[in-house]
């Protein structure tokens, strides 16, 4: 789907043709025409890595991955809303991939959640993955399985002080992630003096 949509974007001619710069309304430019707010890739995992445990972001991507989606898929859509808005050029967004997915991999193994790598893994062979239109070589899809199935970031995939931050995270079962919101109590209401008196 991600794939589909970037595609689809890349289409519709809305990537940056030359000289569009030059055209652009230099009082109002584009997020993506300005600086980039991230430029170094270690702070680049960091600000993604609180993302993902904000409340905001993180009930609905472990529903997602818990419901089947592909975390490749997950890793696109979030890299590329992140490039729409100016957070990181190009390069930095396919450096940004695997981590990324290493990232989401592990918060789903803390809620004990099942994950599905890309899209038709179990019936592909050649474990080749596309991001953004580019092959995502098959060893480091393999690299990802592995964490996948065994639970386990290998080192020197993430910064080290995340992995300690993802480990000291609490376990939350799936259940729960899943349970549709209970509605809040009601609490009795006092009445009002000024409510006319019940008959007795």
């Not at 994950?115 to 990802?144: A, N």
Request: aromatic share 8%.
């Amino acid at each position: 789907m991600a794939e589909e949509e970037y595609t689809k974007y890349l289409a519709q001619g809305k990537r940056p043709i030359a000289g569009q710069s030059l055209a652009s309304d230099p009082e109002n430019p584009a997020p993506y025409e300005k600086a980039t707010e991230f430029s170094d890739v270690h702070e680049a995992i960091e600000y993604m890595f609180l993302s993902m445990i904000d409340e905001k972001s993180y009930m609905p991507i472990m529903q997602a991955v818990s419901s089947g989606t592909p975390v490749m898929e997950l890793v696109q859509i979030i890299l590329f809303d992140g490039f729409q808005k100016g957070k990181w050029n190009p390069d930095l967004m396919m450096m940004l991939a695997e981590p990324l997915a290493y990232i989401i991999i592990a918060l789903a193994e803390r809620a004990d959640i099942e994950v599905s790598i890309y899209s038709g893994e179990k019936e592909d062979e050649d474990e080749e993955e596309q991001m953004f239109g580019v092959d995502f070589d098959s060893k480091r899809v393999e690299g990802l399985k592995k964490a996948a199935g065994l639970g386990q970031i290998p080192r020197g995939a993430l910064p080290e002080g995340i992995v300690e931050q993802i480990e000291e995270l609490p376990k939350i079962p799936a259940e729960s992630l899943l349970a549709p919101p209970t509605a809040p109590e009601e609490t009795p209401t006092t009445p009002s003096l000024m409510a006319p008196p019940t008959p007795q």
